[in-house]
């Protein structure tokens, strides 16, 4: 089994329009952890470096995040879209490592999840990819060999373009647990499940 170092990129750089408010510091109801906290909290024991991209270095999800002891990586490029902040998060990342990309609005991935698509990407070297119910999900694994690609990215649509490019070298995993998918938008997407 290959044994690279991981770099987990929490993407954290969004704006939360629909939530009409900053989503990432919101809680559930089952909790009194925001959001974002959440996710990293859950990341951060499988990776050897969590860069956690924001837009501002002093906005209220770097204070949260600052608060419970992370720390925060600033994305000049988060203003142009997802692909922009992913891009210098990988750019941020050590060489040789590969990546692990994660919404930071999605507290419902587990350690298991994350477990299951890091020994799944460890063991194929291959971009890993969750599925539920045949949807893709998230977080999605990333070998270094696509380093070069992940810094290209440009707009607002992530790494799907990567996915869709190399889908003869894509593993997926179904995972019976909707957490790879369920992501908070609406207020309403905090309600109970």
């Not at 990341?43 to 999800?61: G, H, Q, R, Y």
């Not at 600033?74 to 997802?82: L, Q, T, V």
Request: glycine fraction near 8%.
């Amino acid at each position: 089994m290959k044994t690279n170092l991981v770099t987990a990129i929490l993407l954290a750089g969004g704006k939360s329009r629909r939530f009409g408010g900053n989503k990432l510091v919101a809680v559930l109801p089952d909790s009194d952890t925001p959001i974002c906290v959440r996710v990293a909290t859950v990341i951060a024991p499988f990776v050897s470096k969590m860069l956690i991209m924001v837009e501002e270095p002093k906005n209220d999800t770097s204070a949260v995040l600052n608060s419970y002891g992370f720390s925060v990586t600033h994305s000049e490029n988060a203003i142009k879209g997802m692909a922009h902040t992913l891009s210098d998060g990988v750019q941020a990342a050590p060489l040789g490592t590969d990546f692990l990309i994660v919404l930071s609005d999605m507290p419902f991935v587990t350690e298991t999840i994350v477990n299951k698509i890091l020994c799944l990407m460890a063991s194929t070297n291959k971009i890993t990819v969750p599925l539920f119910c045949g949807e893709m999900g998230h977080p999605v694994g990333f070998p270094a060999i696509y380093r070069e690609e992940l810094t290209n990215l440009k707009g607002d649509t992530g790494a799907k373009e990567i996915i869709q490019r190399h889908s003869s070298n894509v593993a997926f995993i179904e995972i019976n647990n909707d957490g790879v998918v369920k992501d908070i938008d609406t207020r309403a997407d905090l309600e109970p499940r």
